[in-house]
């Protein structure tokens, strides 16, 4: 009994023993932040892939890593357009592990050589992946749209349509890969010297006609300001003539009814006109007639004071030049000599 006893207990220690090397030859592997991962375990590969964090790994089991961080490339190219000029130009892609895609990334993970990292650790590149998957259609796309233009001058014209032609078609070529390619872009273009002179012709050709045009605008704004400076002085002169206008005729409808006015402009003419060498007026109402007039010039007080030589001043040695005014208030002849 006690024999069968301790044939037991060895057992149970010898079944400890297996477990605990079974225990020992397990251990968690870590997918890092960036990552995914794969198992291979002796039988094959594992169906899942991995995302970052700890995973169980038994045995011989090994865990195989796939860089899942944004990846940037530039291929440059040199293509023959229209079968006569080389352009010149570069194609940066910008592309990362497809974590949409689990089925190209296994099969990425069978095909795609992986390198043991400085931790020991097995991985899959970004750029191993590109260079398998997509690599060749970013040299072969861009080459296909350019070459096929006629000459280097359509090249240039189309240039920005092209190239949004050239970011769609590796986008759509990336569809099914390990990788999504999240933009292609034409970040140079080295055009023949004869492209780049005509483009600096033409710039300079531009920037003439639009300093040209500036002129023409500067100078268009000028006469319109010029324009509009006369009609204001236009303006303001059929104000002031309106003005005067109104003014005239406030006059005259206030002279028609005023000929008290009239009378006093009139005196204020005559004393005016009695300033002269004579030194004498005489004042009528307006309304007076001719015959009045000529009755008044007659009357023998006024020719004595018109005529201090006396009615016959002929007979004078020495006659007064004073001036002889006849009915009418003219000067006579005899007067007009005698000042002569």
């Known amino acids: 009994m006690r024999r ?18 079974a225990c020992m030859a397990g251990c968690n592997a870590n997918v ?15 169906n899942e892939i991995l995302k970052p964090g700890l995973h169980n790994c038994w045995g011989r089991d090994q865990m195989y890593l796939i860089d899942g961080t944004n990846l940037t490339s530039k291929e440059s190219l040199n ?8 352009l010149k130009l570069d194609v940066t892609i910008r592309c990362k592990a497809n974590t949409a895609e689990d089925e190209a990334l296994k099969a990425a993970l069978e095909s795609v050589p992986a390198v043991k990292g400085e931790d020991g650790s097995l991985e899959i590149s970004s750029k191993s992946m590109y260079e398998t998957f997509i690599q060749m259609k970013a040299l072969a796309i861009p080459r296909a749209i350019y070459e096929v233009q006629p000459d280097i001058q359509t090249a240039v014209a189309n240039s920005p349509k092209l190239a949004m032609e050239v970011r769609k078609q590796i986008m759509e070529a990336a569809q099914g890969t390990p990788l999504v390619v999240e933009d292609a872009q034409i970040t140079n273009y ?11 012709d033409l710039v300079k050709i ?30 303001v002169q059929l104000k002031e003539a309106e003005a005067i ?9 206030k002279l028609a009814g005023s000929p008290e006015y009239l009378m006093w402009h009139q005196i204020k003419v005559m004393g005016q006109a009695a ?11 307006y309304s007076t007639d001719s015959g009045q007039v000529r009755g008044m010039l007659n009357n023998a007080n006024l020719v004595q004071m018109l005529k201090p030589d006396g009615p016959h001043p002929e007979l004078k040695e ?8 006849d009915g009418l208030g003219n000067l006579s002849p005899k007067a007009e000599k005698a000042e002569k």
């Open 245 to 253: 206008s109104e003014s005239i005729g406030i006059i005259k409808e």
């Open 190 to 200: 080295d055009w023949p010297p004869s492209i780049t002179e005509a483009q600096n």
């Open 318 to 325: 020495n006659p007064s030049p004073i001036t002889e005014i």
């Open 79 to 86: 293509i023959l357009v229209g079968g006569k000029v080389n």
């Open 32 to 46: 890092p932040a960036g990552k995914l991962g794969r198992v291979k375990t002796a039988s094959g590969w594992s």
């Open 206 to 235: 531009q920037l003439k006609e639009a300093s040209a045009e500036a002129q023409v605008k500067a100078d268009l704004k000028k006469a319109e300001g010029d324009l509009k400076v006369k009609e204001a002085e236009k303006l």
């Open 4 to 21: 069968e006893k301790v044939a037991m207990f060895k057992k149970l220690m010898v079944l400890c023993v297996a477990l605990s090397f």
């Open 275 to 285: 300033m002269g060498p004579n030194n004498c007026f005489i004042l009528y109402p």
